[in-house]
């Protein structure tokens, strides 16, 4: 497995570009399935979940090409299997909503349980029941969701928390189905907005995406489009992080400011200089860190993604910070690791009471999920001497060329290559 060893200390100064959203491309990949036309897709990222995610695409027949290093061509002119393998589904439970899109189209599908970081339960009862009252028969058969219908119908769906999975799966297959749907209680996220108008290029009548109630029309077929897909959100909160644990100045030039407000406002809590710039944003910090007081929520509110970074962040702030995690039961897996390099952490359950350390020092520490990783990678660019992060797979999955955009604006990172793995 690679490692990324760092060389603390250094302001990070400069400019840095975002790849396109995760959490965006991931649904949008799967919805190629509802089409037998091309569907063309820009500003698609590099990452180690997009390749599981065309390599589970593969699996059932469609096509892909890679027409430049961020442009996609998808084709599912003919759907050749219905089954979403477990070896494919198991690293990335985002493979899950490939449900809704699969039983529309095919109508039959056989999907694993998922799997993917480590960080809570996260049930799937949310999507297998909003499908299921769309008229899907599903069944739970020897680790596999296996699910029929002849033609699903729409429903009115009421779902108890805001799931941004469940929203897509049912969104996608509501898109094909006969009637309206409504979901009631939908998630708000950017990235369901950004779904919702790759499906709308597609033909689909939606309606509410960023509000709590998402109505679709159901049609009777799909076509190809074209589509561009959004900023990443989570990578630019990232970056403001990295500017300011660092005591740097960097510009992002293509950050979308409209989501970023929850983040943004704490940043500045903290004592972090953000100021809008030619389409993007400004951040530096000059001064001493301040303590916040942080609770993680659905969207609009502060994202859980975020919550390693800030919590990293705070490590170095003057006094005490406390942060509320309310969206994943097991988040706070990289506190026993940022103590390794001397944070000053105490988790009581749902909530981390960090004071703040004048120092973090380098040290040997391990990455348990996609953003803990970042998180002690950000601890590594503010401490002395030398960090090593182990199990940065972690990181490929969510953040691409991390190490190239941070050496860019004065990081002083490299990645040790596991030789053995070739």
Request: some cysteine.
């Amino acid at each position: 497995m690679d490692e990324l060893i760092i060389h603390g200390g250094r302001p990070l100064r400069g400019t840095i570009v975002l790849s396109g959203s995760k959490n965006a491309t991931l649904p949008i990949l799967m919805a190629s399935v509802l089409t037998a036309e091309p569907v063309m897709l820009s500003n698609v990222p590099r990452l180690g979940d997009v390749r599981t995610a065309l390599a589970l695409l593969g699996t059932l027949g469609v096509e892909h090409e890679w027409l430049g290093e961020h442009e996609l061509r998808l084709c599912a002119a003919r759907i050749l299997s219905h089954e979403a393998p477990y070896d494919l589904v198991k690293t990335m439970r985002a493979s899950f909503v490939v449900l809704g899109p699969l039983l529309a189209r095919a109508r039959k599908a056989r999907v694993a349980t998922p799997g993917g970081c480590a960080i809570g339960a996260r049930p799937v009862n949310l999507h297998v029941s909003g499908v299921r009252a769309l008229g899907a028969r599903i069944q739970l058969r020897h680790g596999y969701f296996e699910a029929r219908a002849e033609r699903l119908t729409g429903a009115r769906i009421w779902l108890d928390s805001p799931s941004v999975g469940a929203t897509e799966n049912i969104m996608m297959a509501g898109a094909l189905a006969r009637g309206r749907t409504v979901i009631e209680n939908a998630a708000r996220e950017p990235e369901v907005c950004d779904l919702a108008a790759m499906l709308t290029a597609m033909g689909a009548q939606i309606y509410g995406a960023g509000t709590h109630v998402i109505e679709i029309e159901g049609v009777e077929r799909l076509h190809g489009a074209q589509h561009r897909i959004i900023a990443d959100r989570i990578e630019a909160g990232s970056m403001m992080a990295a500017a300011a644990i660092t005591g740097g100045e960097v510009s992002i030039s293509n950050a979308p400011v409209e989501q970023l407000e929850a983040v943004i406002a704490k940043l500045k809590e903290a004592g972090v200089e953000i100021s809008s710039e030619n389409g993007g944003l400004r951040v530096a910090a000059r001064g001493q860190l301040r303590p916040v007081e942080l609770r993680t929520l659905p969207y609009p509110g502060f994202p859980t993604d975020l919550q390693a970074q800030m919590m990293a962040l705070l490590a170095r702030a003057r006094g005490t910070s406390v942060i509320n995690e309310t969206v994943f039961e097991n988040r706070f897996m990289h506190a026993p690791e940022l103590c390794r390099m001397g944070a000053d952490i105490l988790v009581k359950g749902a909530t981390a009471i960090v004071r703040g350390v004048a120092q973090l020092s380098g040290a040997q520490v391990m990455a348990t999920d996609l953003r803990a990783s970042m998180g002690l990678v950000l601890a590594g660019l503010a401490a002395e001497n030398e960090t090593q992060v182990s199990r940065v797979y972690h990181l490929d999955r969510g953040y691409e060329a991390l190490e190239r955009k941070l050496a860019a604006v004065g990081a002083q990172i490299e990645r040790l290559k596991d030789d053995s793995a070739e």
